[in-house]
């Protein structure tokens, strides 16, 4: 896969997503969501992997949009009400691509090291787990050059944190240090550096990827319903979930291998293709 933006790598079973422009602070360009688009949409077809580690390279996980966006990758015309409705769409395209690594049919896991600023907080939140370094820290940078945050953050983060810190972090544009998101729940644990962090992060993956990914997938999209819906609608949508992903020979696996004092060994998601490709 030619990616001049991200390293993908495989480590067994866990897919490891690397952010590679170090140099420019990861900064979203042009090419960062073309290739996004391409990565998700082969992790998803892609058999092997059962869990996706996000990580970076240099001193920041990711300072948000590249300025060259703005001249070349975003056209906003808005000397007409067509020109205005267009941002709409091409703003929708770009949330689309952080959708899609939402619903991946994998646990994805984030490895956060330095600045997690502006388009790094939506991904961040499009993530199902995050680990962070000390001296990580959150900015809605969005505030700060004149705009609201438009790709999922001020959706997502609430979800996530209490309302009130998401209104204060919004409205100001102040940094969230690492200890504190590790108090209101944002991460999952703040390590000593980024390399602790991602060791963290692969030691879950991995545990992740040795259970069967039929039920993992089922426990994301319950995970994912029940916030969105009441409880009664989650438990209906939960018997559903077991009628259509109830996988017996992983239970039985699983019995078996406990009564060996075994691991256990389950088969992979088959591969994926969507409808009118060739198969």
Not at 56 to 67: E, I, N, R, V
Not at 145 to 155: C, H, K, P, S
């Amino acid at each position: 896969m030619d990616l001049t933006c991200f390293r993908l790598s495989f480590d067994d079973r866990v897919a490891v997503l690397t952010l590679s422009r170090g140099a420019e602070m990861n900064t979203m360009n042009p090419a960062f969501w073309r290739e996004l688009d391409t990565v998700t949409d082969a992790l998803q077809r892609e058999p092997r992997a059962r869990a996706l580690v996000i990580t970076s390279t240099g001193k920041h996980f990711c300072a948000g949009m590249s300025l060259e966006v703005f001249g070349t990758g975003i056209a906003f015309d808005e000397s007409n009400a067509g020109g205005r409705g267009n941002i709409a769409l091409q703003l929708g395209d770009m949330q689309q691509a952080f959708e899609r690594l939402a619903a991946l049919r994998m646990p994805v896991i984030a490895s956060i090291q330095g600045g997690c600023i502006g388009g790094g907080v939506d991904m961040a939140c499009a993530c199902d787990i995050r680990y962070a370094s000390a001296d990580a820290f959150f900015c809605i940078q969005e505030i700060n050059v004149g705009m609201a945050a438009d790709l999922g953050t001020l959706q997502r983060l609430p979800r996530l944190i209490p309302e009130g810190i998401v209104r204060e972090l919004a409205f100001s544009g102040r940094r969230l240090p690492a200890a504190r998101a590790l108090a209101i729940g944002l991460v999952n644990e703040v390590c000593a550096d980024a390399d602790a962090a991602l060791a963290q992060a692969m030691a879950l993956a991995h545990e992740i990827a040795s259970k069967p990914p039929a039920a993992v997938w089922a426990s994301k999209q319950a995970i994912d319903y029940a916030r969105e819906h009441t409880l009664h609608d989650g438990l209906k949508q939960m018997g559903w979930l077991q009628a259509g992903l109830w996988d017996t020979a992983a239970v039985v696996e699983s019995i078996e291998a406990r009564k060996a004092k075994r691991a256990p060994v389950y088969a992979d998601l088959p591969p994926f293709s969507l409808f009118g490709e060739p198969r």
